[in-house]
Nanobody, 118 residues
Framework: QLVESGGGLVQAGGSLRLSCVASGRTFYHMGWFRQAPGKEREFVARIDWSGGVTYYADSVKGRFTISRVNAKNTMYLQMNSLKPEDTAVYYC???????????????WGQGTQVTVSS
């Protein structure tokens, strides 16, 4: 089970940190996805099981940072310099392989809303 938190309303240029707490095993790759109104869900960032390898979508590279603390069964997404186009429901997910494909992520959280006002 995955539970996200940390979403909210923020002005453009502001920051938010999302958290994803996982119950059970943590030896999985993990990732963040987002879905804006009227759009398909898209990949945001992923991190390998050890936390040593990360990968980002071009749209967030340099602004977002993904990290994890396995001892706390928690993954984070630090979001800086937020833009109105970052407004979406953000989901965390786990995968058995290092991938950006949604189909490879087997477990998903319920999502947390991020709204960035201009």
């Amino acid at each position: 089970q995955l539970v996200e938190s940390g979403g909210g309303l923020v002005q453009a240029g502001g920051s938010l940190r999302l958290s994803c707490v996982a119950s059970g095993r943590t030896f999985y790759h993990m990732g963040w996805f987002r879905q804006a109104p009227g759009k398909e869900r898209e990949f945001v960032a992923r991190i390998d099981w050890s936390g040593g390898v990360t990968y980002y979508a071009d749209s967030v590279k340099g602004r977002f940072t993904i990290s994890r603390v396995n001892a706390k069964n928690t993954m984070y997404l630090q979001m800086n310099s937020l833009k109105p186009e970052d407004t979406a429901v953000y989901y965390c997910a786990t995968a058995r392989v290092a991938t950006t494909l949604q189909a490879d992520f087997g477990s998903w959280g319920q999502g947390t809303q991020v709204t960035v006002s201009s």
